[in-house]
C-alpha cells in the first residue's frame, strides 16, 4: 500500500493546491455577509459546533465501532478537517443559505490548524500508532491553510480589483484541477480501492448516517431554519479533501490517504444527492 500511494503523481501535486485554494476562498469571501450572520449568530454558532466537535466526535464513535479495521485512525482523521469549498456551490445548487455555507467553511479553516492538533492530541493518547510532532504539524497547517486565507483577505480589503480579477482564473483554475485530481487519484490506486473499498465504505457510510441523523435531532431541539439545516448538513458532508491527503503524506500513513479517497467518493454521492432530492 504505501509504495503505491508513494509513487501516485496525484497525490504529491494536492499539498502545492492547498495554499491557492484557502488564498481563493480569501478573497472570495463576502465579509459583509459574515458580519451579518454574526448578528444572527445561533445558525452560525450551531453549524461551528457541528463541524469542529460533533464531526470528530463521530469520527472517534467510527474509530471505536469498527477498532480492527486498517482505517482506525483515518476515520477521525477525515472528519476533524474544516470543510471543503464545494459546499458552496451545492449550497447554491439548492437555494440554501450561501452566505452561512461560506462563513462556516471560512471560520472552520481559520481555526483548523488549533483544532485539528487538539483531536490529534485527543486521538494520540488512545493509538500509540499515531505518533505526531504537534508543533511541526501547526506550523504546516497555519503555512498551508491560515496564511494564504489571511493573504487572500488583505488582497480583497487593499486591491479589490486585483481579487477580482484574479478570483475567476483562480476558480476555473481550481475546479479543474479538483475535477481532473478526482479521476486521476482513485486511478492510480485502483488496486489498492477495490481490495479495501467495501472495509473502507462501511466506515465512510457508517459516519456519513451518523453526521445526518445528529444534525437532524440536534437541530430541532435549537430550533434551526429548514434552509440552514439543509446548508450545515451539505457543510457537514463536505470535508477538506487535500488537507486529509496531507495528513495522510505527513505521518506516513497512507492507509489515510486511501480511506480519504473513498469517503471523498462516497460523501459526494451522499451530498449531490442531498442537494438535488431536497429541494425547498
Known amino acids: 500500500m504505501e509504495e503505491i500511494v508513494n509513487t501516485a503523481i496525484s497525490f504529491k501535486i494536492i499539498p502545492f493546491l492547498i495554499p491557492l485554494l484557502f488564498y481563493f476562498l480569501g478573497i472570495t469571501n463576502d465579509l459583509r455577509s459574515i458580519k451579518q450572520l454574526l448578528s444572527e449568530k445561533k445558525s452560525l454558532i450551531y453549524g461551528l459546533i457541528l463541524q469542529i466537535i460533533l464531526l470528530p466526535l463521530i469520527g472517534i464513535l467510527s474509530s471505536r465501532v469498527f477498532d480492527n479495521s486498517i482505517f482506525i485512525v483515518a476515520a477521525l482523521i477525515v472528519l476533524i478537517v474544516p470543510g471543503g469549498h464545494v459546499s458552496g456551490l451545492l449550497t447554491h445548487i439548492k437555494k440554501g443559505n450561501v452566505p452561512l455555507s461560506v462563513a462556516l467553511t471560512s471560520l472552520a479553516s481559520i481555526l483548523s490548524p488549533l483544532t485539528i492538533i487538539f483531536w490529534l492530541n485527543i486521538a494520540s493518547l488512545d493509538n500509540e500508532n499515531l505518533t505526531i510532532n504537534f508543533i511541526e504539524t501547526f506550523i ?18 487593499k486591491k479589490p480589483e486585483f481579487a477580482i480579477k484574479s478570483s475567476s482564473k483562480l476558480d476555473n483554475f481550481l475546479r479543474i484541477s479538483v475535477l481532473i485530481l478526482s479521476f486521476t487519484g482513485p486511478f492510480e490506486l485502483k488496486e489498492i480501492m477495490i481490495d479495501n473499498f467495501i472495509e473502507g465504505s462501511k466506515i465512510a457510510v457508517f459516519s456519513l448516517l451518523s453526521i445526518i441523523l445528529i444534525n437532524y435531532l440536534l437541530s430541532k431541539i435549537v430550533n434551526i431554519r429548514k434552509v440552514d439545516l439543509q446548508t450545515i448538513t451539505i457543510e457537514g458532508l463536505c470535508q477538506n479533501f487535500p488537507i486529509v491527503i496531507v495528513l495522510g503524506l505527513t505521518f506516513n500513513m497512507p492507509e489515510i490517504i486511501v480511506y480519504g479517497v473513498i469517503y471523498y467518493l462516497i460523501s459526494m454521492l451522499f451530498a449531490v444527492t442531498y442537494t438535488f432530492t431536497k429541494k425547498n
Not at 140 to 157: A, D, E, R, S, W
Open 140 to 157: 504546516q497547517l497555519t503555512v498551508l491553510v491560515l496564511l494564504p486565507f489571511i493573504v487572500g483577505v488583505y488582497t480583497k480589503i
